[in-house]
């Protein structure tokens, strides 16, 4: 049984920063894919960053060069590291698992139904 428990969320100025953290425990949670996914107000929710079992990263075009996603399997951590923040960046922010593979191509930016556990958000306001 995977649990997701996603913090870091705030209230910011644009061009400001936030670090969103992922603590994750279960099986296969750091083993295989994971992503950070959002959905903004009346927005369906979108693929942000996913970050593979070898490092192997992928990001949105709306985020590239300003968010970097790491993980520390030691300590079952995901993490988001949002820079330039941008009022369109606000949302609510959700940390994925996936559990079949190794290796995340940016099509799963587009397949959140592949990530098969969720934590409940942390909300990120640019404002």
């Not at 990001?59 to 369109?88: C, H, W």
């Not at 940390?95 to 290796?103: D, G, I, P, Q, V």
């Amino acid at each position: 049984h995977v649990q997701l428990v996603e913090s870091g969320g705030a209230l910011v100025q644009p061009g400001g920063s936030l670090r969103l953290t992922c603590a994750h425990s279960g099986a296969t949670a750091g083993r295989y894919c994971m992503g950070w996914f959002r959905q903004g107000p009346g927005k369906e929710r979108e693929g942000v960053a996913t970050i593979g079992a070898y490092g192997d990263t992928s990001y949105s075009d709306s985020v590239k060069g300003r968010f970097t996603i790491s993980q520390d399997n030691a300590r079952s951590m995901l993490y988001l590291q949002m820079d330039s923040l941008k009022p369109e960046d606000t949302a609510m922010y959700y940390c994925a698992a996936e559990r079949y593979l190794l290796r995340c191509g940016s099509w799963l930016l587009f397949a959140d139904s592949h990530f098969y556990a969720w934590g409940q958000g942390t909300q990120v306001t640019v404002s």
